[in-house]
C-alpha cells in the first residue's frame, strides 16, 4: 500500500511540473542569425565548443574548423563554454558577425574559494584545502551528505557504517587521520554557523550546497582555534542572483537493497543433526524429532524451515526525494527559497524515515555600502527505527506466517525455547522519533570606506528530538503442542519510555576585514571577535505496568520505573586575527593567532593560544620560467600551525557528587552523597602541531591538474583518563595530560580533462597515505590496544600457528584450555619468561594464557583512495566514482557467525559447516565447532582479525540532457533524466559476507538503483 503511494506521489509531482511548465509564457522577439569562429589564446580554432543564449536552451556546437551559426534575438546574451577554457558571456548588440578567443581557465586558478571567515583565490592558497563543487555533490543523489563525501577528497576518510534502516548511512568522517584518543569529529560550519558534531550535515539537501572546502591543515584552520585541530568542513549553500527568477526540480525514486549477506543453515533437519553434532554430549533433538520435520517439508507454521536473516534482511525498500528552488534578485536584492522532502523505508519492516526541510536565504542592499541579511532553515524529521536485537539467536524452526486465529509462532519444538519471533518483535515495539532543526543567522555588512569592511552576525542552531517507545505484551506459541513458550514482557507489564532532548548553540562574532594594494604589494587584514554559549537539557522516564497494548499514554503506567534528568552548558571567547600579504601574485605570505577561552578548564588554564604560518612560492608566475610551454601553473607552498582540542566533556577538573551513596553506621545502611569521580584540576588543552609541504601545477592549459602534499600532524598532552588502583573505590577515573600520538603521510590529487570532438572526458583520483603512532602513553604499559610504537587503539590478541591436525602438534604445543583437541586453534606461546635475569624476556612459559596476547592489527587503514571518471556526448552523460582503503584490520569474528551460540539455539553458518576442520575435512580451514575450548577458538586472535581491503563502485550514473536537442519548450532551460546506483560493486578478499567497509560486522550498507530529473525553469 505504501508503495502505491509513493508511485501516486511521484506521479503527481511530475505532472505538477508539467503544467507548471505549459503554464509559463514568455514573449517572443525578433530573431536573426549570428555567424562567428572561436580559436584559442594561440590561433588555433576549436571544435566542440558550446554555444548557448543565456536563459534558453536554444543552443549549439562549433564544427572542426570552430565555426559556428545560431539564430537569436539581437538584445541576447551568447554563452561561450569549452573544457578547459575560462567561459565568456558576450552581448550580441545587434552583430550578425561575432568571433571569439577563449582563453584557459588554468584550472579555475580565479576560482574564489572559502575559508574560515572569508574567501580567497585557489591560486593564493598557501594552506592545504580540498574543494568539492555543487554539481559533484547533486550528480550522486545521497539521504545523508556526510556519506557523500566518500572518495571526493584526499586525506579525508569516510566509513558508512550502515544503510539497512532509513537514515542510517550517515558516515564518521576523519580527516589526515585519527589525531585524539577522544572526540576526532572536524568541526563543521554552516554559512559561517557553527555546528556541535557532524550530524547536521545529514540534515542538509544536497541541492542546497553550493560548495564544500575541507581545511586540513593547521594553517587554514587555526583561524578557528581549538574547535580546527581535527579539520573543518565548510558548507555554503546557494544564494540568489540578480536576473529573472529560476525554478528547479530535482527528484528521484528508487528501490534498496543489501547486495551481500550470511548463508544460514535453513533446513531445520540438518540444523537439528548439526546441533547434535555439535554438542554431543547432551544430544539435544531426538531421531523422532528429526524425522518428523524431514516428514513435514511443506508445512511453515507447525514445521517451518526458515533463514531469518533473509528473511528481515533480504527484501528490497523503497526512497524517493523531491527538491524544489526558488531563485532570483535584482542588483540590491537577491533572494533564493527552497523545500525538500525524503521518504526512505528502511530494509528492515516497519522501519522508516520522512524528513522535511525549508531554507531561506535572502539579502539586501539597505543603503549604499550597508548590506543585511538573513539565512533560515528548519528541518523535521519523522523517524520510526525499528530494528531486532535477538539476531545471533534465531534458530529456523520459529515460523514466519501467523496463526489462522492471529497468533504468533515461536519455536515449534519442545528442545528449542527462548527464541524470539522477529517478525513479532517488529510489530509489538512501537519506535518513534520526532527531531526538529532550526538554523538561522542575521548579519549586517557595513563597507565602512574603501578596502574595509564591518561584519556583525548571531546565529542560532537549535535542535529538539522527542523519543516515544512502547513495548507491547504478546505471546509466543509452539502450534504442534498448542501451548504458549515464551511471555514477551510479563515481567514489566509492558514499557513506554520517552525521552525529550532539546539544545542550542548561539554563536555572536564580529569581524573587520581590510583590503589594500599598491603597486604589486596586497595586503589583507582580518580580525574578530566570537562568543558561544551552549546549553542541553534531556528528560527521560519509563513507566510500566500498562493495562493493554493500545492505551500507550505514559500516565497510563502504574509502575514508575525510571525518571531522570540532566543539563549541561559550557561556553567559549575568542579573539583571532589573520594577516594575508602577496607580492604581484607570485610571493604569498599568511599569519593566523587565535586565542580561545573554555569553561571546560579552571581558571588559569581557560585560554589556549594557536598561531599559524604559511608561504607559498608561483613558481610559474617567474621569467624563468616562462620558456616551458606545457607549464601553465606551478605553486610550492608550506605551513606550520598549532591548534588545541577540548573535547573532553564538561567541566573535568571539577569534582562529583553522587546521591544514594551508601553508608555504613553502626552496622545499618544509610543513603547519602559521595564523591563519586577523581579529579585533576590542572588539565590543559590538548596542543595538535601540523607541518605541511605541498605542490600544486597545471600542464597543457590546464588539461592536466596535479596537488600532492606530504604532512606531519603530532598531538601532545591528550586528555585521557588515568587507571586508579581498586583500593581507591569505584570512582571514575581522573582526566589527565599524559598521552601523544602522530599521523604523518601523504596525499597525491591528480585530474586530467579534454575533449575528442564533441566526447568530453575528465578523470581524477586521489590518494592518501596515513602513518598512525602513540608516541606517548601511560610509562609504556604492554597491555591493550593503545601501546606507544603502535597505531592508536590497535587490535590486542593471540598469536594463531595453525589448527591442530595431529597429536603430535598437540603433545608439542603449550597448554591450552582443558579438552583442547584436534581442530582447535593452535595459539602461539610468547617469550615472556626472563630466565637469566637480565630483565629482559628469553623464553616462553609453556602456558597459554592472557601475558600471550600482542598487538595484531590496525583499525586504522593505511591507504584511502578515490577516483572519478566523467564522459559527456551530445547531451548523454556517464559517470563512475570509485573509493576504497587498504591495510586496514577489522575483528571477522562475531556472535553472528558463531554456531549454536546458546545452548539450544542460535545461527549456523553454512561456510563453518562447509569449512570446519575434521578428519573427513582435512582441508578444512575453521576449527571445531564444539563449544568446549569456544574461549580460545573464538577469542581475539590473527585467525578473525583480517585485512578488510576493498575497492567499491560508490556510484555509476548514466543520464541525458533534453536541454540541446529534442526539448523546444524555451519555458524549460533545464531537463536531463539519469538512471543511478550507488554501492553497484565490491571488490574484497573478505570471506564471510560482511561490508567490509562498515565497522561493525552486524551492519550493512546498501545498493541503491534510483530514476530521477532534473528540471529547470
Not at 631 to 646: E, F, M, P
Not at 990 to 1003: A, H, S, Y
Request: hydrophobic share 35%; charged share 20%.
Amino acid at each position: 500500500m505504501k508503495r502505491k503511494t509513493i508511485l501516486n506521489q511521484l506521479k503527481n509531482s511530475l505532472l505538477f511540473l508539467l503544467c507548471l511548465a505549459m503554464s509559463v509564457n514568455l514573449q517572443a522577439q525578433d530573431v536573426g542569425t549570428i555567424k562567428g569562429k572561436i580559436k584559442d589564446s594561440d590561433g588555433q580554432f576549436l571544435p566542440g565548443v558550446t554555444v548557448l543564449e543565456k536563459g534558453t536552451t536554444n543552443g549549439t556546437i562549433t564544427d572542426l574548423d570552430g565555426t559556428y551559426t545560431i539564430s537569436a534575438s539581437p538584445n541576447a546574451i551568447l554563452v561561450f563554454t569549452f573544457v578547459g577554457m575560462t567561459t565568456q558571456e558576450v552581448p550580441v548588440d545587434n552583430r550578425s558577425v561575432l568571433d571569439i578567443t577563449l582563453e584557459s581557465d588554468m584550472i579555475a586558478l580565479d576560482e574564489i574559494v572559502v575559508v574560515g571567515y572569508g574567501e580567497q583565490k585557489k591560486e593564493n592558497l598557501t594552506g592545504s584545502v580540498s574543494t568539492i563543487s555543487a554539481d559533484e555533490m547533486t550528480t550522486r543523489p545521497v539521504t545523508n551528505l556526510s556519506a557523500g563525501l566518500s572518495g571526493m577528497a584526499a586525506g579525508v576518510s569516510v566509513v558508512q557504517n550502515s544503510g539497512a534502516t532509513a537514515g542510517g548511512d550517515g558516515a564518521t568522517i576523519r580527516i589526515r587521520g585519527v589525531g585524539t584518543m577522544n572526540n576526532s569529529n572536524p568541526l563543521v560550519v554552516v554559512d559561517g554557523v557553527p555546528s556541535e558534531g557532524t550530524s547536521i550535515m545529514n540534515d542538509i539537501d544536497p541541492n542546497d550546497i553550493a560548495n564544500i572546502s575541507i581545511l586540513k591543515d593547521a594553517a587554514s584552520a587555526s583561524i578557528y582555534g581549538s574547535r580546527g585541530a581535527n579539520g573543518v568542513i565548510l558548507i555554503t549553500t546557494k544564494r540568489g542572483e540578480s536576473g529573472k527568477p529560476r525554478l528547479t526540480y530535482n527528484g528521484y525514486y528508487g528501490v534498496q537493497k543489501i547486495p551481500r549477506m550470511i548463508d544460514y543453515v535453513s533446513d531445520f533437519a540438518d540444523y537439528m543433526e548439526l546441533a547434535n553434532y555439535i554438542r554431543p554430549n547432551e544430544q539435544i533433538f531426538s531421531a523422532a524429532e528429526i524425522q518428523e520435520w524431514r516428514d513435514n517439508p511443506n508445512d511453515p507454521l507447525n514445521h517451518p524451515n526458515v533463514n531469518w536473516y533473509e528473511e528481515v534482511y533480504g527484501g528490497t525498500a523503497p526512497i524517493m526525494n523531491h527538491s524544489l528552488g526558488y531563485s532570483g534578485g535584482n542588483e540590491r536584492t537577491q533572494y533564493r527559497f527552497s523545500l525538500s522532502y525524503l521518504d526512505q523505508d528502511g530494509i528492515i519492516s516497519g522501519n522508516s524515515l520522512q524528513r522535511y526541510g525549508v531554507r531561506t536565504n535572502l539579502s539586501t542592499e539597505v543603503a549604499k555600502g550597508l548590506k543585511i541579511g538573513g539565512n533560515v532553515f528548519f528541518r523535521w524529521t519523522n523517524e520510526k527505527p525499528n530494528n531486532v536485537n535477538t539476531s545471533i539467536q534465531w534458530v529456523p524452526n520459529v515460523p514466519t506466517v501467523r496463526h489462522p486465529d492471529g497468533r504468533w509462532g515461536g519455536p515449534q519444538s519442545a528442545s528449542t525455547s527462548g527464541t524470539d519471533n522477529p517478525y513479532a518483535e517488529l510489530a509489538n515495539r512501537v519506535h518513534e522519533e520526532n527531531n526538529r532543526k532550526v538554523m538561522g543567522d542575521v548579519f549586517a555588512e557595513w563597507e565602512v570606506i574603501s578596502g574595509l569592511k564591518a561584519t556583525a552576525k548571531v546565529s542560532l542552531n537549535f535542535g529538539n528530538n522527542v523519543s516515544n517507545q512502547f513495548f507491547k505484551r504478546y505471546d509466543l506459541w509452539d502450534f504442534n503442542r498448542d501451548i504458549v513458550v515464551d511471555q514477551v514482557e510479563l515481567g514489566t507489564g509492558r514499557r513506554g519510555i520517552v525521552e525529550h532532548k532539546q539544545d542550542y548553540l548561539v554563536n555572536t562574532n564580529f569581524l573587520l576585514d581590510y583590503s589594500k594594494s599598491f603597486d604589486n604589494h596586497n595586503f589583507n587584514l582580518l580580525g574578530g571577535y566570537e562568543g558561544l554559549q551552549f546549553r542541553s537539557d534531556q528528560l527521560k522516564v519509563e513507566r510500566r505496568q500498562f493495562p493493554n497494548n493500545e492505551v500507550t499514554g505514559l500516565n497510563a503506567g502504574l509502575e514508575l520505573n525510571a525518571g531522570n534528568g540532566t543539563i549541561a552548558e559550557w561556553s567559549m571567547e575568542s579573539y583571532f586575527g589573520r594577516i594575508n600579504y602577496d607580492y604581484n601574485g607570485k610571493y604569498l605570505l599568511e599569519a593566523n593567532l587565535r586565542a580561545d577561552g573554555s569553561s571546560r578548564f579552571k581558571e588559569g588554564n581557560r585560554w589556549g593560544y594557536f598561531p599559524s604560518f604559511s608561504a607559498g612560492w608561483n613558481l610559474s608566475e617567474e621569467a624563468f620560467m616562462s620558456g616551458i610551454r606545457f607549464l601553465d601553473h606551478l605553486k610550492v607552498r608550506a605551513s606550520w600551525g598549532q591548534l588545541g582540542n577540548n573535547r573532553v566533556g564538561n567541566y573535568p577538573y571539577q569534582p562529583t557528587y553522587g546521591l544514594n551513596q551508601n553508608y555504613s553506621f553502626n552496622g545499618v545502611v544509610s543513603s547519602g552523597i559521595a564523591q563519586t569521580a577523581l579529579t585533576n584540576e590542572e588539565i590543559v588543552w590538548e596542543e595538535t602541531t601540523t607541518t605541511d609541504f605541498g605542490i600544486d601545477a597545471a600542464f597543457f592549459e590546464g588539461k592536466l591538474s596535479l596537488t600532492a602534499d606530504y604532512f606531519i600532524r603530532d598531538t601532545e598532552g591528550i586528555l585521557t583518563e588515568l587507571p586508579i588502583p581498586y583500593f581507591l573505590g569505584n570512582k571514575d577515573e581522573p582526566v589527565v595530560n599524559l598521552a601523544s600520538m602522530r599521523n604523518k603521510g601523504y596525499e597525491f590529487v591528480v585530474g586530467y580533462r579534454d575533449a575528442i570532438g564533441e566526447l568530453k572526458y575528465n578523470v581524477s583520483a586521489n590518494l592518501t597515505i596515513i602513518d598512525n603512532e602513540v608516541t606517548d602513553y601511560f610509562a609504556d604499559i604492554k597491555t591493550g590496544g593503545t601501546q606507544i610504537g603502535y597505531a592508536y587503539d590497535s587490535y590486542f590478541g593471540y598469536e594463531v600457528e595453525g589448527i591442530f591436525k595431529t597429536q603430535e602438534q598437540l603433545a608439542n604445543a603449550a597448554t591450552h584450555r582443558a579438552n583442547t583437541t584436534l581442530g582447535d586453534l593452535h595459539i602461539k606461546d610468547q617469550i615472556t619468561e626472563d630466565t637469566d635475569g637480565d630483565g629482559v624476556p628469553d623464553a616462553a612459559n609453556g602456558v597459554i594464557g592472557s601475558e600471550d596476547q600482542v598487538v595484531i592489527g590496525n583499525k586504522i587503514p593505511k591507504y584511502t583512495y578515490g577516483g572519478n571518471i566523467g564522459l559527456n556526448y551530445k547531451g548523454f552523460d556517464f559517470s563512475m566514482l570509485i573509493q576504497g582503503i587498504s591495510k586496514r584490520d577489522r575483528n571477522t569474528w562475531d556472535w553472528s557467525i558463531t554456531p549454536m551460540n546458546w545452548v539450544n539455539k542460535g545461527v549456523i553458518p553454512q561456510r563453518w559447516v562447509d569449512e570446519e576442520w575434521s578428519a573427513q575435512n582435512p582441508d578444512g580451514t575453521l576449527p571445531r565447532m564444539s563449544p568446549d575450548t569456544r574461549d580460545l577458538n573464538i577469542a581475539t586472535s590473527d585467525f578473525w582479525v583480517k585485512d578488510v581491503s576493498y575497492l567499491r563502485v560508490k556510484n555509476m550514473q548514466l543520464g541525458y540532457d533534453f536541454t540541446h536537442s529534442l526539448l523546444t519548450d524555451k519555458n524549460i532551460s533545464k531537463l536531463r533524466v539519469y538512471v543511478s546506483a550507488d554501492n553497484l560493486f565490491t571488490f574484497t578478499n573478505e570471506e564471510w559476507g560482511f561490508d567490509p567497509e562498515t565497522t561493525n560486522v552486524r551492519n550493512f550498507n546498501v545498493r541503491t538503483i534510483i530514476f530521477g530529473v532534473n528540471v529547470g525553469f
